[in-house]
């Protein structure tokens, strides 16, 4: 299991701050029963933390095991070899193959002559001001390299012969 296993150390979120979250979701979620509409968001919202939480250790995990089975099955956790992406219907970001590595695509926009990516460093979804150019593709799809490790969000918008369109909603990684 994670704890006191010295494979899988430097966990991000705490095991303290990830049991806290857990009796915080179950708190949340008996007010919930009850079928208040606020009190729906708010298990919902502890709810996205936990599963934020619960991937960036199976990613750390995934990622420090280095492939080593034997490694994975200590954790405690059900693995796969390659996270999952992040995604909604026509766009996506996941890992790459090394650390610091940040794919992202999307689908085609009708014609799109280009589509610009950017990514913020946040915790949560960032304030307008946050956000940096990843790059201007031709293609429906980006790779970074070398990037800091935390929660990153990225977003892209297509560019037609009329300017951009509006940026599509964000997802959210975190980057190892």
Not at 34 to 40: E, F, I, K, Q, V
Not at 74 to 97: D, H, N, Y
Not at 144 to 173: F, Q, S
């Amino acid at each position: 299991m994670l704890t006191d296993n010295d494979n899988f150390e430097d966990l991000d979120p705490t095991l303290v701050a990830m049991t806290a979250l857990l009796d915080d979701l179950e708190d949340k979620h008996a007010v919930a029963e009850g079928g208040d509409h606020d009190a729906h968001l708010a298990e919902e919202a502890v709810r996205e933390k936990v599963a934020l939480g619960l991937t960036k250790w199976a990613k750390l995990v995934d990622l420090q095991a280095d492939g080593d089975e034997i490694k994975m099955a200590g954790s405690g956790l059900p693995m796969t070899k390659i996270p999952s992406p992040s995604q909604r219907k026509g766009f996506w970001v996941a890992l790459g193959e090394n650390p610091g590595d940040v794919l992202m695509g999307c689908a085609a926009y009708p014609k799109a002559g280009a589509y610009t990516f950017q990514y913020a460093y946040s915790t949560n979804p960032p304030a307008e001001t946050a956000w940096q150019l990843a790059g201007v593709a031709l293609q429906t799809k980006l790779a970074l390299h070398n990037m800091e490790k935390g929660d990153m969000w990225v977003r892209y918008c297509a560019v037609t012969k009329d300017g951009m369109k509006a940026w599509h909603a964000p997802l959210h990684i975190y980057v190892l």
